[in-house]
Protein backbone atom coordinates (compact mmCIF):
# COMPACT_ATOMS: atom_id res chain seq x y z
CA UNK A 1 0.00 0.00 0.00
CA UNK A 2 1.48 3.42 -0.52
CA UNK A 3 1.32 5.39 2.59
CA UNK A 4 -0.36 9.06 2.89
CA UNK A 5 3.25 11.08 2.52
CA UNK A 6 4.01 13.36 4.84
CA UNK A 7 2.74 16.83 3.34
CA UNK A 8 -0.95 14.42 3.06
CA UNK A 9 -0.83 13.66 -0.35
CA UNK A 10 -2.44 10.24 -1.65
CA UNK A 11 -0.98 7.99 -4.18
CA UNK A 12 -3.20 5.03 -5.32
CA UNK A 13 -1.25 1.23 -5.78
CA UNK A 14 0.26 2.18 -8.99
CA UNK A 15 2.05 5.60 -7.69
CA UNK A 16 -0.81 7.81 -9.61
CA UNK A 17 -1.11 11.40 -7.48
CA UNK A 18 -4.85 11.33 -6.82
CA UNK A 19 -4.78 13.79 -3.87
CA UNK A 20 -2.15 16.45 -4.79
CA UNK A 21 -1.93 18.37 -0.95
CA UNK A 22 -2.16 22.15 -0.82
CA UNK A 23 1.70 21.94 0.14
CA UNK A 24 2.84 19.70 -2.58
CA UNK A 25 0.84 22.07 -5.07
CA UNK A 26 2.42 25.18 -3.58
CA UNK A 27 5.82 24.09 -3.52
CA UNK A 28 6.34 21.06 -6.56
CA UNK A 29 3.79 22.87 -9.21
CA UNK A 30 3.62 26.56 -8.11
CA UNK A 31 7.05 27.00 -6.96
CA UNK A 32 9.28 24.18 -8.71
CA UNK A 33 8.82 23.06 -12.51
CA UNK A 34 6.54 19.60 -11.98
CA UNK A 35 3.65 18.95 -14.06
CA UNK A 36 0.72 20.77 -13.21
CA UNK A 37 -1.69 17.40 -13.48
CA UNK A 38 -0.31 14.60 -11.89
CA UNK A 39 3.12 16.22 -10.24
CA UNK A 40 5.85 14.06 -11.80
CA UNK A 41 9.09 16.11 -12.36
CA UNK A 42 10.59 16.58 -16.10
CA UNK A 43 12.92 14.20 -15.19
CA UNK A 44 11.06 11.24 -14.89
CA UNK A 45 8.68 11.55 -17.93
CA UNK A 46 8.99 13.68 -20.52
CA UNK A 47 7.47 16.90 -21.62
CA UNK A 48 6.05 19.24 -24.25
CA UNK A 49 4.31 22.79 -23.44
CA UNK A 50 0.60 22.89 -22.80
CA UNK A 51 -1.22 26.38 -24.33
CA UNK A 52 -3.21 28.20 -22.08
CA UNK A 53 -5.57 29.11 -24.54
CA UNK A 54 -6.48 26.32 -26.47
CA UNK A 55 -5.13 26.06 -29.79
CA UNK A 56 -8.52 25.14 -31.36
CA UNK A 57 -10.03 27.91 -29.70
CA UNK A 58 -7.06 30.25 -31.21
CA UNK A 59 -7.77 29.22 -34.70
CA UNK A 60 -11.55 29.06 -34.52
CA UNK A 61 -11.25 32.86 -33.64
CA UNK A 62 -8.48 33.47 -35.66
CA UNK A 63 -6.24 34.88 -33.48
CA UNK A 64 -3.18 32.27 -33.41
CA UNK A 65 -0.84 35.40 -34.06
CA UNK A 66 -3.21 38.30 -32.29
CA UNK A 67 -2.17 39.26 -28.18
CA UNK A 68 -3.78 38.66 -24.76
CA UNK A 69 -3.59 41.30 -22.53
CA UNK A 70 -2.20 40.36 -19.47
CA UNK A 71 -2.54 41.59 -15.20
CA UNK A 72 0.18 44.07 -15.77
CA UNK A 73 -1.74 45.46 -18.92
CA UNK A 74 1.11 44.08 -21.43
CA UNK A 75 0.29 42.57 -24.82
CA UNK A 76 1.39 38.55 -25.03
CA UNK A 77 1.17 36.44 -28.13
CA UNK A 78 -1.48 33.56 -27.86
CA UNK A 79 0.81 31.22 -29.75
CA UNK A 80 3.56 31.50 -27.52
CA UNK A 81 1.57 31.63 -24.12
CA UNK A 82 2.02 28.15 -22.98
CA UNK A 83 3.24 26.15 -19.83
CA UNK A 84 5.20 22.90 -19.48
CA UNK A 85 3.25 19.74 -19.20
CA UNK A 86 4.29 16.25 -19.12
CA UNK A 87 3.03 14.95 -22.56
CA UNK A 88 0.95 12.03 -20.92
CA UNK A 89 -1.31 14.56 -19.43
CA UNK A 90 -1.09 17.31 -22.66
CA UNK A 91 -2.69 14.14 -24.66
CA UNK A 92 -5.52 13.57 -21.74
CA UNK A 93 -6.33 16.94 -21.10
CA UNK A 94 -7.08 17.10 -25.31
CA UNK A 95 -8.79 13.96 -24.90
CA UNK A 96 -11.48 14.89 -21.55
CA UNK A 97 -11.37 18.71 -22.21
CA UNK A 98 -10.76 19.81 -25.18
CA UNK A 99 -12.33 17.24 -27.87
CA UNK A 100 -15.90 17.38 -26.74
CA UNK A 101 -15.59 21.32 -26.22
CA UNK A 102 -13.83 22.49 -29.02
CA UNK A 103 -16.57 20.17 -31.00
CA UNK A 104 -19.59 22.04 -29.11
CA UNK A 105 -18.12 25.75 -29.47
CA UNK A 106 -17.69 25.00 -33.23
CA UNK A 107 -21.19 25.19 -33.37
CA UNK A 108 -21.51 28.21 -31.36
CA UNK A 109 -24.32 29.28 -29.04
CA UNK A 110 -26.54 25.98 -30.09
CA UNK A 111 -23.52 23.50 -29.86
CA UNK A 112 -23.22 24.46 -26.18
CA UNK A 113 -26.32 24.37 -25.26
CA UNK A 114 -26.30 20.82 -26.60
CA UNK A 115 -23.42 19.97 -24.88
CA UNK A 116 -24.85 21.74 -21.61
CA UNK A 117 -28.21 19.93 -22.07
CA UNK A 118 -26.24 16.63 -23.29
CA UNK A 119 -24.30 16.16 -20.06
CA UNK A 120 -24.28 18.95 -17.47
CA UNK A 121 -22.08 21.54 -16.90
CA UNK A 122 -19.42 19.72 -14.63
CA UNK A 123 -16.89 19.48 -17.25
CA UNK A 124 -17.38 22.84 -18.69
CA UNK A 125 -16.78 24.30 -14.57
CA UNK A 126 -13.71 21.94 -14.28
CA UNK A 127 -12.68 23.50 -17.56
CA UNK A 128 -12.67 26.64 -16.63
CA UNK A 129 -10.54 26.00 -13.61
CA UNK A 130 -8.49 24.24 -15.43
CA UNK A 131 -8.33 27.47 -17.90
CA UNK A 132 -7.63 29.73 -14.36
CA UNK A 133 -4.86 27.88 -12.63
CA UNK A 134 -3.10 27.68 -16.09
CA UNK A 135 -3.65 31.31 -16.54
CA UNK A 136 -2.10 32.07 -13.16
CA UNK A 137 0.76 29.39 -13.47
CA UNK A 138 2.06 31.38 -16.66
CA UNK A 139 2.13 34.41 -14.53
CA UNK A 140 5.17 33.16 -12.82
CA UNK A 141 7.22 33.44 -15.87
CA UNK A 142 5.94 36.81 -16.65
CA UNK A 143 7.56 40.19 -15.91
CA UNK A 144 5.03 42.86 -13.85
CA UNK A 145 8.00 45.02 -15.91
CA UNK A 146 10.17 44.19 -18.90
CA UNK A 147 12.35 47.31 -17.50
CA UNK A 148 14.20 45.41 -15.19
CA UNK A 149 16.74 48.11 -13.66
CA UNK A 150 14.74 48.22 -10.36
CA UNK A 151 14.72 44.32 -10.00
CA UNK A 152 12.43 41.27 -11.70
CA UNK A 153 9.60 41.18 -10.27
CA UNK A 154 6.85 38.37 -11.98
CA UNK A 155 3.59 38.90 -12.25
CA UNK A 156 2.42 36.31 -9.78
CA UNK A 157 5.05 37.37 -7.01
CA UNK A 158 1.99 38.68 -5.32
CA UNK A 159 0.10 35.24 -5.23
CA UNK A 160 -1.21 33.04 -2.20
CA UNK A 161 -0.58 30.26 -4.11
CA UNK A 162 -2.31 28.44 -1.48
CA UNK A 163 -5.71 30.29 -2.16
CA UNK A 164 -5.54 28.45 -5.98
CA UNK A 165 -5.15 24.87 -4.50
CA UNK A 166 -9.44 24.66 -5.08
CA UNK A 167 -9.09 25.71 -8.23
CA UNK A 168 -6.41 23.23 -8.58
CA UNK A 169 -8.43 20.00 -7.56
CA UNK A 170 -11.27 21.17 -9.52
CA UNK A 171 -8.58 21.51 -12.76
CA UNK A 172 -7.27 17.85 -12.39
CA UNK A 173 -10.07 15.94 -11.08
CA UNK A 174 -10.37 14.07 -14.00
CA UNK A 175 -7.23 12.84 -13.82
CA UNK A 176 -7.36 12.30 -10.02
CA UNK A 177 -11.27 10.47 -10.33
CA UNK A 178 -12.18 12.89 -7.17
CA UNK A 179 -16.42 13.13 -7.67
CA UNK A 180 -17.75 16.58 -7.62
CA UNK A 181 -19.30 16.64 -4.63
CA UNK A 182 -22.70 18.70 -3.09
CA UNK A 183 -22.28 22.25 -3.43
CA UNK A 184 -18.95 22.22 -5.06
CA UNK A 185 -20.01 23.48 -8.33
CA UNK A 186 -19.74 27.05 -8.08
CA UNK A 187 -21.68 30.11 -10.35
CA UNK A 188 -21.67 29.30 -13.85
CA UNK A 189 -23.63 31.34 -16.57
CA UNK A 190 -23.84 30.94 -20.23
CA UNK A 191 -24.83 33.57 -22.02
CA UNK A 192 -25.34 34.80 -25.93
CA UNK A 193 -23.58 37.67 -26.66
CA UNK A 194 -23.31 39.85 -30.38
CA UNK A 195 -20.91 38.88 -32.57
CA UNK A 196 -18.75 42.27 -33.16
CA UNK A 197 -16.09 43.46 -35.24
CA UNK A 198 -13.75 40.88 -36.17
CA UNK A 199 -11.30 41.90 -34.10
CA UNK A 200 -13.70 40.99 -30.50
CA UNK A 201 -14.50 37.40 -31.43
CA UNK A 202 -12.34 36.44 -28.40
CA UNK A 203 -12.04 37.83 -24.99
CA UNK A 204 -10.98 36.47 -21.27
CA UNK A 205 -10.70 37.76 -17.94
CA UNK A 206 -9.68 36.97 -14.58
CA UNK A 207 -10.67 38.67 -11.25
CA UNK A 208 -8.29 36.54 -8.95
CA UNK A 209 -9.26 37.76 -5.61
CA UNK A 210 -12.62 36.88 -6.16
CA UNK A 211 -11.69 33.51 -8.35
CA UNK A 212 -14.23 34.25 -11.34
CA UNK A 213 -13.42 33.94 -14.72
CA UNK A 214 -14.93 34.77 -17.92
CA UNK A 215 -14.30 33.76 -21.58
CA UNK A 216 -16.10 34.77 -24.67
CA UNK A 217 -15.81 32.94 -27.78
CA UNK A 218 -18.08 34.94 -30.48
CA UNK A 219 -21.35 34.68 -29.85
CA UNK A 220 -20.50 32.83 -26.44
CA UNK A 221 -19.97 33.95 -23.14
CA UNK A 222 -19.22 32.07 -20.17
CA UNK A 223 -19.03 33.29 -16.46
CA UNK A 224 -17.39 31.21 -14.04
CA UNK A 225 -16.99 31.50 -9.76
CA UNK A 226 -15.15 28.75 -8.78
CA UNK A 227 -15.92 28.90 -5.05
CA UNK A 228 -19.44 30.22 -3.57
CA UNK A 229 -21.38 26.98 -4.32
CA UNK A 230 -23.53 28.77 -7.29
CA UNK A 231 -24.66 31.63 -4.36
CA UNK A 232 -22.85 34.45 -6.42
CA UNK A 233 -25.44 33.71 -9.13
CA UNK A 234 -28.42 34.26 -7.24
CA UNK A 235 -26.86 37.48 -5.80
CA UNK A 236 -26.43 38.56 -9.80
CA UNK A 237 -30.28 38.14 -10.34
CA UNK A 238 -31.31 41.87 -9.73
CA UNK A 239 -28.87 42.60 -12.67
CA UNK A 240 -29.59 39.86 -14.96
CA UNK A 241 -33.00 40.71 -15.06
CA UNK A 242 -32.68 44.17 -16.00
CA UNK A 243 -30.38 42.76 -19.14
CA UNK A 244 -32.91 42.70 -21.80
CA UNK A 245 -31.05 42.77 -25.01
CA UNK A 246 -27.61 41.46 -26.44
CA UNK A 247 -24.51 43.02 -24.32
CA UNK A 248 -21.61 44.12 -26.18
CA UNK A 249 -17.97 43.57 -24.96
CA UNK A 250 -17.84 46.07 -22.56
CA UNK A 251 -20.94 45.08 -21.28
CA UNK A 252 -20.34 41.34 -21.30
CA UNK A 253 -17.39 42.20 -19.31
CA UNK A 254 -19.06 44.30 -16.76
CA UNK A 255 -21.33 41.31 -15.75
CA UNK A 256 -18.42 39.19 -15.38
CA UNK A 257 -17.19 42.25 -12.92
CA UNK A 258 -20.99 41.98 -10.75
CA UNK A 259 -20.17 38.18 -10.21
CA UNK A 260 -16.65 38.85 -9.19
CA UNK A 261 -17.87 41.74 -6.54
CA UNK A 262 -20.65 39.60 -5.41
CA UNK A 263 -17.97 36.95 -4.49
CA UNK A 264 -15.54 39.25 -2.31
CA UNK A 265 -18.94 40.73 -0.64
CA UNK A 266 -19.87 37.19 0.68
CA UNK A 267 -19.43 37.17 4.44
CA UNK A 268 -19.48 33.48 4.91
CA UNK A 269 -18.21 31.81 1.80
CA UNK A 270 -18.50 27.77 1.97
CA UNK A 271 -14.87 25.97 2.48
CA UNK A 272 -13.48 23.19 0.63
CA UNK A 273 -11.59 19.64 1.05
CA UNK A 274 -10.97 16.24 0.02
CA UNK A 275 -12.03 13.06 0.94
CA UNK A 276 -11.36 9.49 0.63
CA UNK A 277 -12.19 6.22 1.75
CA UNK A 278 -8.93 4.43 2.54
CA UNK A 279 -5.19 5.55 2.12
CA UNK A 280 -5.22 4.55 -1.44
CA UNK A 281 -7.17 7.26 -2.76
CA UNK A 282 -10.72 5.18 -3.17
CA UNK A 283 -13.91 6.97 -3.26
CA UNK A 284 -11.89 10.35 -3.60
CA UNK A 285 -14.31 13.12 -3.38
CA UNK A 286 -14.18 17.19 -3.60
CA UNK A 287 -16.48 18.11 -0.71
CA UNK A 288 -17.74 21.58 0.08
CA UNK A 289 -18.54 22.65 3.79
CA UNK A 290 -21.62 25.40 3.05
CA UNK A 291 -21.77 27.84 5.79
CA UNK A 292 -24.63 27.82 8.77
CA UNK A 293 -27.89 29.55 7.48
CA UNK A 294 -28.23 31.58 4.29
CA UNK A 295 -25.54 33.26 2.79
CA UNK A 296 -24.43 36.81 3.91
CA UNK A 297 -22.75 39.90 2.01
CA UNK A 298 -21.03 42.56 3.40
CA UNK A 299 -21.95 46.05 3.06
CA UNK A 300 -21.75 47.07 -0.67
CA UNK A 301 -18.22 48.85 -1.17
CA UNK A 302 -18.72 50.88 -4.25
CA UNK A 303 -14.73 50.99 -3.78
CA UNK A 304 -14.25 47.50 -3.99
CA UNK A 305 -16.80 46.85 -6.63
CA UNK A 306 -14.98 49.87 -8.81
CA UNK A 307 -11.74 48.63 -7.97
CA UNK A 308 -12.84 45.40 -9.75
CA UNK A 309 -14.92 47.39 -12.90
CA UNK A 310 -12.24 49.63 -13.42
CA UNK A 311 -9.27 46.51 -14.12
CA UNK A 312 -11.71 44.61 -16.01
CA UNK A 313 -13.11 47.65 -17.77
CA UNK A 314 -10.70 50.01 -17.83
CA UNK A 315 -9.40 49.29 -21.42
CA UNK A 316 -12.96 50.78 -22.55
CA UNK A 317 -12.89 53.93 -21.33
CA UNK A 318 -12.71 56.82 -23.44
CA UNK A 319 -12.27 60.10 -23.23
CA UNK A 320 -15.90 61.95 -24.56
CA UNK A 321 -17.05 65.96 -24.38
CA UNK A 322 -18.02 65.49 -20.98
CA UNK A 323 -15.23 64.04 -19.31
CA UNK A 324 -11.04 63.16 -20.08
CA UNK A 325 -10.63 59.48 -19.86
CA UNK A 326 -8.67 59.91 -16.65
CA UNK A 327 -11.92 61.15 -15.47
CA UNK A 328 -14.42 58.46 -16.37
CA UNK A 329 -11.59 55.96 -15.03
CA UNK A 330 -12.05 57.22 -11.85
CA UNK A 331 -15.57 57.49 -12.08
CA UNK A 332 -15.57 53.48 -13.03
CA UNK A 333 -13.32 53.44 -9.96
CA UNK A 334 -15.86 54.59 -7.51
CA UNK A 335 -18.39 52.48 -8.82
CA UNK A 336 -20.51 55.67 -10.73
CA UNK A 337 -20.22 54.25 -14.48
CA UNK A 338 -22.07 51.75 -16.29
CA UNK A 339 -21.74 50.22 -19.77
CA UNK A 340 -25.21 47.96 -18.75
CA UNK A 341 -27.53 50.54 -17.21
CA UNK A 342 -28.25 54.37 -17.49
CA UNK A 343 -29.18 56.15 -13.44
CA UNK A 344 -32.57 53.94 -13.68
CA UNK A 345 -31.00 51.20 -13.55
CA UNK A 346 -32.67 50.48 -17.21
CA UNK A 347 -30.48 48.34 -19.88
CA UNK A 348 -28.28 50.62 -22.49
CA UNK A 349 -29.77 49.06 -25.72
CA UNK A 350 -28.13 49.08 -29.05
CA UNK A 351 -25.55 47.02 -27.79
CA UNK A 352 -24.82 44.91 -30.84
CA UNK A 353 -23.45 48.16 -32.22
CA UNK A 354 -20.64 48.79 -29.86
CA UNK A 355 -21.65 52.21 -28.26
CA UNK A 356 -18.60 51.71 -25.93
CA UNK A 357 -19.79 55.17 -23.97
CA UNK A 358 -20.58 54.65 -20.21
CA UNK A 359 -23.43 55.78 -18.54
CA UNK A 360 -23.42 57.87 -15.14
CA UNK A 361 -25.04 55.24 -13.01
CA UNK A 362 -24.63 54.24 -9.30
CA UNK A 363 -26.20 50.76 -10.32
CA UNK A 364 -25.29 47.46 -8.59
CA UNK A 365 -26.08 44.12 -7.91
CA UNK A 366 -24.74 43.84 -4.28
ZN1 LIG B 1 1.69 14.95 -16.03
Redo the contacts with the bound molecule.
Keep these: MMPITTDKSIYDKTGRLRFCSIDKFVSDICEGDH??????HPSK?PFNREHVIPNWLLRNVNIHSGNIQLPNGRLHRYGSYTIP??T??NTGLAEHFEKPISEAFGKGFSGLSALVEREGTERLFQWMALLFVKMHLKDKTLLQNPDTRLGRFYISDGYDWSTFHHMHCLARAHYSGAKIGKYVHGSMLFVEVGENSEDEFFDIATVSSAYSLYIRVKDIAIYTVFDDSGICLEAVEPVLSRITGVMNSAQARELAAELAAANIHLKNPPSFGTRSSNADGDDLEIIALPPEGNAEFFAKSNNAIGHIKRSVLGSFCQATADHTREEALELLGSNEYSFLFNSEGVFVTGGDKEDLQPVRSEWSAI
Design positions: CFICGRVCCEC
